[in-house]
């Protein structure tokens, strides 16, 4: 008789355990499944540093900016040498919009795509593929003419051609810009384009440039490249 009652007590035991395991079991199970939701957050839209230029706003941008960024003077780097340029302050939204060019890096890699002996050379444009990407970050717009500061077309002026479409006002093209070579200047342009700038040193440089061979659309034989442009002090 003791011997079954052993039995049956040892039997409930193991029962209990049985049943405790199993419930610790299927806990167990269930923390496993429980899959943790993250909020997905947002992500903010970054705003460009420049609004895109138009013949609407760049004024009034360069207005502002030339506020703020007071450099007047960057050097023009090529395969032929430097080239230093002073930009007139009077000339403020010329001379703004030159520092806004070179700040973006437009220039560098651009070419002096016009040479004309003994008159000009001119530059600012290329053929690249990148060329035409920067522009259109940058935007589309004109600059009016600033033509009664005084200034002229002497040699080494630094002036900014027209816009090469039909153009009764002679409406400035801000990607370009020309540089006189011919000894005693040419006078005749200071009523049609704006002067806002000088070279001040490397005007041996532009002669070099200017002597280069060029096809019958004054384009230089061989490539003369800008390499890059910088403001300096």
Known sequence: MRFRLVVIITLFFLNCEDKQTSKQTNT??????IVEKHKEIPKKKTEPEFPK????????????????????????FTDFGNIDILLYDKTKFHRANFIYLTKRNYFDGTQFYRVVPNFVIQGGSSDA?????????????????????????????????????????????????????RIGGASYLDKDYTVFGEVINGMDVVDKINAVETDDGDWPIDNVYIRKVEIIK
């Not at 230029?53 to 003077?73: G, P």
């Not at 717009?141 to 039909?166: C, F, N, Q, W």
Request: positive net charge.
């Open 28 to 33: 167990s199970k269930q923390k496993d499944t």
């Open 53 to 76: 230029l138009t013949d609407n706003n760049a004024m009034e941008f360069f207005l502002e900016y030339e506020k703020e960024h007071k450099e007047n003077k960057v050097r023009i």
């Open 129 to 181: 593929l990148d060329l035409y990407k920067k522009r259109r970050k940058i935007g589309k717009y004109l600059l009016p003419p600033d033509t009664k500061r005084g200034y002229t077309h002497k040699r080494g002026a630094v002036s900014m051609p027209s816009s090469e479409i039909e153009n009764a006002y002679k409406l400035a093209s801000p990607f370009q810009f020309f540089i006189i070579n």
